[in-house]
């Protein structure tokens, strides 16, 4: 069983920075894929970003491509999520999920723990 923590959120103007922190406990993910969702008001919960268990690999949701940066610092057994240049559209619930399906990691499905998510809010 893992326990996931995520924290960091918070209420932010537009163009700020936020960087969200993902704690497991229970269990080390060195060697799990990693995600991080969101989900908006009214809206499905969405792909994010990833980050294989090395860290070697890193895919993004196109909308925040050269804005946000996955990492993860296995030591710390903590996932983080730096959002620069934050705008309204990037307001939402951001969730941190160990991927261990074989599916895509866009996928939710292929997530099978969940945190109980961090509010991102973006004002202008």
């Known amino acids: 069983q893992v326990q996931l923590e995520e924290s960091g959120g918070g209420l932010v103007q537009a163009g700020d920075s936020l960087r969200l922190s993902c704690v497991a406990s229970?269990?080390?993910?060195?060697?799990?894929?990693m995600g991080w969702f969101r989900q908006a008001p009214g809206k499905e919960r969405e792909f994010v970003a990833f980050i294989s268990g090395s860290g070697v690999r890193r895919y993004y949701t196109d909308s925040v491509k050269g804005r946000f940066t996955i990492s993860r610092d296995n030591a710390k057994n903590t996932v983080y999520l730096q959002m620069n240049s934050l705008k309204l559209e990037d307001t939402a619930v951001y969730y941190c999920?160990?991927?261990?399906?074989?599916?895509?990691?866009?996928?939710?499905?292929?997530?099978?723990?969940w945190g109980q998510g961090t509010q991102v809010t973006v004002s202008s």
């Open positions: 999920a160990v991927k261990s399906g074989s599916g895509s990691y866009i996928e939710l499905k292929t997530y099978n723990y």
């Open positions: 229970g269990r080390t993910l060195n060697n799990y894929d």
